[in-house]
């Protein structure tokens, strides 16, 4: 079945800093691929996705590719900000089209603190 | 833009009674999808529905039902709540086809069972 890992957190970084979050994945046939994330107290926010390989995701400064030859989808961002301050769940559906979009598998969530 | 809104935000309920979370898709949105996350837990899949039909199943207990009516809303029902249902219910909405690629989540209902 498909499955999403996410690097363990909690992450905690200076402002400014640079953020890598790892994820990986395994799924059969040809995934889309999303970062949500989820602020205190908050619903899930989709912050960038990718349909198909070497596609580039991008939003708020957040970057993140999908690599299939890695099957990876790391998030990246280069200089956070206390507001970044939050929990990231990678997450797959199982491809284009139909209701595929919203059965997504998600990761475990990565909380994500920045201090002044 | 419309969101996804359910309703309602809070709830709490006593073991063994009943409850019943709404769930509003963003207009034209065909597609409802449940979940539910427990604390510190990444969101399960649990039911989604296209078209008032159920299209996929996940990790729903026999204790819980939904369905989606004709103007597209949904409702999940939960009965013999169990102290380990406390957990936020999300909804989200998409539309069916390669007319979208995402989809919208609701800010989600905690429910607490007592």
């Known amino acids: 079945g498909n499955s999403v890992t996410q690097m363990e957190g909690p992450v905690t970084l200076s402002e400014e800093a640079f953020l890598t979050i790892n994820c990986t994945y395994t799924?059969?046939?040809?995934?889309?691929l999303f970062w949500y994330v989820q602020y205190p107290g908050e619903g899930l926010q989709l912050l960038l996705k990718?349909?198909?390989?070497?596609d580039k995701g991008s939003n708020k400064g957040f970057e993140a590719t999908y690599r299939k030859e890695t099957t990876s989808f790391h998030l990246e961002k280069g200089s956070v900000q206390v507001s970044d301050s939050a929990v990231y769940f990678c997450a797959l559906s199982r491809g284009a089209g139909g209701t595929s979009y919203g059965k997504l598998t998600f990761g475990q969530g990565t909380i994500l603190t920045v201090h002044p | 833009a419309a969101g996804v809104i359910q309703s309602p935000r809070h709830l709490i309920k006593e073991k063994r009674e009943t409850a019943t979370l709404k769930c509003y898709p963003i207009?034209?949105?065909?597609?409802v999808y449940w979940y539910q996350q427990g604390p510190g837990q990444d969101p399960q899949f649990l039911i989604s529905?296209?078209?008032?039909?159920?299209?996929d199943k996940g990790s729903i207990p026999d204790r819980f039902s939904a369905q989606q009516f004709s103007d597209y809303h949904s409702e999940l029902n939960m009965s013999s709540l169990e102290l380990g249902d406390s957990a936020l219910y999300f909804c989200a909405s998409s539309l069916y086809g390669t007319g979208g690629t995402e989809a919208f989540f609701g800010q989600g209902t905690r429910l607490t069972v007592v």
């Open positions: 207009p034209r949105h065909d597609t």
């Open positions: 799924a059969t046939g040809y995934p889309s």
């Open positions: 990718a349909t198909k390989a070497d």
């Open positions: 529905f296209y078209e008032k039909m159920q299209s």
